[in-house]
């Protein structure tokens, strides 16, 4: 069996040439590596389980992580940790060390208190969303039999942006909610303060993150389109290029709970769509959403289709 040891300096390019190897449909680079893993504020290189072969050759790793800097407030999550990705080299599989690796993760979030277990969509630098079955049955096999169980599933989707032209229906439904008194263009720094506000507390608080780090890391401010009503209230927005600078990647997208069912979602959708097709985009995509949920509807009646289906993990530990 392989010798398993944590993260250390100089370990991260072999990580990096197994990870390619292990997994070529989901590949990484060194730089999306370093931010997404290194940098990570928590990030702990004893989390990192690595296994070598008696030759000294990387041949599989599993990443545990728990709390260290809390995502709002103070609030550390003390019981829950994740598995965020795992692997092992196709020369090294069926021996056993995929187990072992996992086994050791999750002995280390054991070790460090936590009571249960998320695979995998811990924030703010989750590499998949969950458990993608379909290109990896042999994880989904060793995740079964360790006992994690499936909570919810998510789907990735993508639309085609060749040809793209904004539709007729939603040029008539932006007049009319213009002349109406609704405001929707592109933020002001002012607007950033309530937008922020809205992600955050309509939404989930690593939005409001992900929005405000994209913004302070240069993302223009008109690949944000924001929709204000008549009272002055911003009760949505859509935009693109927040994650990674992935100027195709859309999202974060939301609408205030009262103010759906009135055609406003499609809009903020349509209207970043056409800005993403200016910029020279062939394509928009995003990694999660509730293949059933009113988004993933939304989603559907405006060109996007399934592309991966995710299965999000838990097991009590």
Same mark, same amino acid.
């Given at each position: ?9 100089? /370990? ?11 997994? @070529?449909?989901?590949? #990484? ?17 004893? *989390? ?21 800097? =809390? ?25 056993? #060390? ?31 969303? *969950? ?24 789907? =990735? ?26 405001? #929707?263009?592109?933020?002001?720094? /002012?607007?950033?303060? /309530? ?24 993302? @223009? ?41 009135? *055609? ?16 020279? =985009?062939?394509? =928009? ?33």
């Amino acid at each position: 069996m392989p010798r398993i040891t944590g993260f250390r300096v100089g /370990d991260g390019p072999a990580v990096v040439a197994a990870w390619r190897l292990a997994m @070529p449909v989901d590949l #990484i680079s060194e730089e999306r590596f370093r931010d997404l893993v290194l940098l990570d504020p928590n990030f702990d290189p004893s *989390g990192l389980r690595l296994a070598w072969s008696p030759e000294g050759e990387l041949v599989g790793a599993a990443y545990a992580v728990r709390r260290r800097t =809390a995502m709002a407030g103070t609030d550390l999550e003390s019981a829950r940790g994740w598995l965020v990705f795992f692997f092992v080299v196709p020369s090294a599989r069926r021996a056993g #060390i995929g187990r072992a690796l996992v086994s050791s993760a999750l002995d280390w979030l054991r070790a460090h208190g936590r009571r249960e277990v998320l695979f995998s969509p811990y924030t703010p630098n989750y590499v998949l969303p *969950g458990l993608d079955r379909e290109t990896y049955p042999d994880a989904a096999k060793l995740l079964d039999a360790l006992g994690f169980v499936t909570r919810y599933q998510a789907v =990735a989707m993508d639309r085609s942006l060749v040809g793209y032209a904004l539709p007729d229906e939603i040029r008539d439904r932006l007049s009319a909610l213009r002349a109406s008194g609704w405001h #929707i263009g592109t933020p002001r720094a /002012d607007d950033l303060v /309530d937008l922020v506000a809205l992600a955050a507390d309509e939404f989930n608080v690593d939005w409001a993150r992900a929005i405000r780090e994209a913004v302070v890391a240069g993302l @223009p401010l008109d690949r944000i389109v924001i929709a204000r009503e008549p009272s002055g209230a911003l009760v949505g927005w859509a935009m693109h290029g927040a994650y990674e600078h992935a100027v195709e990647r859309f999202g974060p997208f939301g609408v205030r709970e009262d103010q759906r069912g009135n *055609g406003l979602g499609k809009v903020l959708l349509h209207l970043t769509l056409e800005r993403m097709r200016a910029l020279g =985009a062939h394509s =928009a995509w995003f990694l999660w959403t509730g293949e059933w949920s009113p988004a993933g509807y939304l989603y559907r009646a405006s060109g996007f289709s399934v592309t991966r289906r995710f299965d999000v993990m838990r097991k009590e530990l």
